[in-house]
């Protein structure tokens, strides 16, 4: 009885195996796009009348030191770093893989020194290749777009290429060499995807990852150029109306947002690491 | 642990500096912006623009250009700063010990912190420690460094006004001890100036526990698991019906085998330290080389940037190979596991 409404339930109501954070992270992508038009708020009008407002029903986290709608503001920066870690994410990964995919399957020397590459590529800390980039660059959400998605190949690039490495003696692979399938067709469409397991559960976490990169680039004056609005720029900007004029709303919101988001992806991965890990533990 | 370990790991090092070298290279010149531009500054006429390219030889192959790069890199010279118009050595020399100064004391922080509390952790999984250890963990995985940053700053310097005013590494009525390592904790010990320390000391709090909180949950769990599963294996068993006493045990038992794991992850956190604390020294307006490289770019000054990551690359490597060296001499089989499967984590 107990084991056919367990039957019942994973079958029908899909929905109840959708994780709670996964929910939250949707509707905050997709509220960052409709809420602004909706309640008809802007977020780079300024009020000086309004300036340094609490939170209130008016301002729901109240305005900052040119009048701005806090809550607009923050909203409308979630469109922008969503949209980096998004592009960033989707970049590397597509990437990493590819290049991973190469190495795993050529074996010898060609993964040996694409693993050299990697080593060297890992070799800079993050944060410091991004500066080095966007020194020459410029600051722009292309360039730290760009420069996130650099950062991350490597990693995405060993998890293929550790999981491709044992499937290029497969017998599959004799198999479809034998009836003349071509080595590209072999490589993408029979192996790539048997490893792409840890790659697809690292994604969101790495995603997440992106997120407060792309954050700590704008504090930094490196992402978007003002009065848009970005986490990391507002968070920067108000530590002196925190300091000064006591408005902790104004860096704290953002930066409140900054880590529900960070932590929501976590939670996702967590949940996609545990799935994609139960259904492909027995088949290798 | 065998010389010829020690050989191949500094073969390594030697390596990965010399790629990093040729990334800094290539990324200067091959990048789709013109380099006399971004070398002469945002300011530049175009005839300014033309004598730095004849001085910077960008007029000869890309060939000529990377030997003549690696040359002046190995006569130390970094070329000179537009942002200080000074050699960029001498502002890294400048700069460099308040960023140690901050990592140094956040690392033994966030090390000391992770040991004590993962071996309280894994010794009883449900006990106070295990508790604080989580707690403290979770924090740390939750909140970006930049949150955290001000976080504190609210908490520590306006709720609760325990902290000094975020501006800088001494109080402004404190005179700077004279230099000698440039380290302001050694430095007002070694001319005796107690109230520059305490200062210097207070100003450190807040950023160093900021960093520390950062990079305590990799520690924590890394060195919890390893100590929680030698706890667990037969070999200590063994050992515990034999009767050893707990000290003996740890010393000679656990806390060996979990030295690898724990100081390679030691190495990555210091690396993480490094782009960290870019972001901490613009919230506590500390002087050192993570503002220094901010400024550097805001004034387009490549040499200054440069500098930076080419110090902090070196500095990196440096650090995983002292972790492997420090790793095979607690536990000899380090180095060699390392050579069966090519690759560790």
């Known amino acids: ?284 | 642990m065998g010389a010829k370990a020690i050989g191949r790991r500094i073969v390594q090092l030697l390596f990965v500096t010399w790629g990093a070298v040729t990334i800094v290279f290539f990324v200067g010149r091959v990048l789709p912006v013109e380099p006399a531009l971004v070398h002469s500054g945002p300011n530049a006429t175009p005839e300014m623009v033309a004598a730095t390219r004849e001085r910077l030889g960008l007029d000869q192959p890309l060939a000529v250009q990377y030997v003549s790069y690696l040359k002046q890199l190995l006569q130390g010279d970094l070329g000179k700063s537009l942002l200080t118009g000074r050699d960029v050595v001498a502002d890294l020399q400048a700069r460099l010990p308040a960023s140690l100064e901050l990592i140094a004391v956040a690392l033994t922080l966030a090390g000391g912190a992770a040991l004590v509390l993962a071996m309280a952790a894994a010794a009883r999984p449900n006990g106070f420690a295990a508790r604080i250890g989580n707690a403290v963990a979770f924090t740390g995985t939750a909140l970006p460094t930049i949150l955290l940053g001000v976080l504190l700053l609210y908490v520590f310097y306006l709720v609760l006004p325990w902290a000094p005013p975020p501006l800088g590494r001494l109080g402004l009525r404190i005179a700077e001890p004279p230099r000698v390592t440039g380290f302001l904790l050694v430095d007002s010990v070694l001319a005796g100036r107690w109230d520059a320390f305490r200062s210097a000391a207070h100003h450190l709090v807040l950023p160093s526990v900021t960093l520390a909180l950062s990079i305590f949950p990799q520690l924590f769990r890394v060195l919890r698991e390893n100590m929680a599963a030698s706890l667990r294996s037969d070999a200590l068993a063994a050992v515990r019906l034999a009767g050893v006493k707990p000290y003996v045990m740890w010393r000679h038992y656990i806390l060996p085998l979990a030295a690898g794991p724990g100081l390679t992850m030691l190495a990555a956190s210091f690396g993480y330290l490094v782009g960290g604390t870019v972001l901490v020294e613009h919230i506590y307006s500390w002087n050192g080389i993570g503002s220094y490289v901010v400024q550097a770019i805001e004034a387009g000054d490549y040499n200054g940037v440069q500098g930076v990551v080419l110090i902090s690359a070196l500095a990196y490597g440096i650090s995983f190979f002292l972790a492997d060296f420090f790793a095979m001499r607690v536990d000899p089989r380090w180095g060699r596991e390392d050579e069966r499967h090519g690759h560790t984590a």
Not at chain 1, 104 to 127: K, S, T
Not at chain 1, 185 to 212: C, D, E, H, M, N
Not at chain 1, 220 to 246: H, N, Q
């Open chain 1, 1 to 284: 009885m107990v084991i056919r409404l367990e039957r019942m339930r994973t079958s029908i109501a899909w929905w109840r195996h959708v994780p709670f954070s996964l929910v939250i992270l949707l509707l905050l992508a997709f509220g960052s796009l409709v809420v602004n038009p909706l309640l008809k708020l802007d977020p780079t009008t300024t009020n000086i009348a309004h300036q340094y407002a609490e939170p209130s029903k008016q301002h729901l986290l109240g305005t900052d030191g040119a009048g701005r709608d806090v809550f607009a503001r923050v909203m409308a920066a979630a469109q922008v770093d969503l949209g980096i870690a998004f592009a960033a994410s989707l970049a590397s990964v597509t990437v990493g893989t590819l290049l991973g995919a190469i190495a795993g399957y050529a074996g010898g020397r060609w993964e040996r020194v694409l693993l050299h590459v990697f080593d060297i590529w890992q070799a800079i800390p993050g944060m410091l290749l991004g500066l080095l980039t966007l020194a020459v660059t410029g600051p722009g959400i292309v360039p730290l777009i760009s420069v996130i998605a650099v950062i991350n190949i490597p990693v995405y690039a060993r998890m293929v290429r550790s999981e491709m490495a044992p499937l290029r003696h497969a017998p599959l692979v004799e198999a479809a060499r034998l009836s003349h399938v071509s080595e590209a067709k072999i490589l993408l469409v029979y192996l790539l995807p048997r490893t792409l397991t840890s790659a697809i559960a690292y994604l969101p976490v790495q995603a997440g990852f992106s997120v407060a990169m792309a954050a700590g680039f704008g504090f930094i004056g490196l992402g978007v150029k003002p009065p848009a609005a970005e986490w990391g720029a507002m968070i920067s900007e108000g530590i002196a109306d925190m300091l000064f004029f006591g408005a902790w709303w104004i860096p704290l919101a953002p930066g409140a947002m900054l880590a529900l988001t960070v932590f929501l992806f976590y939670r996702v991965g967590h949940w996609l690491a545990k799935k994609v890990g139960n259904g492909v533990g027995g088949a290798v």
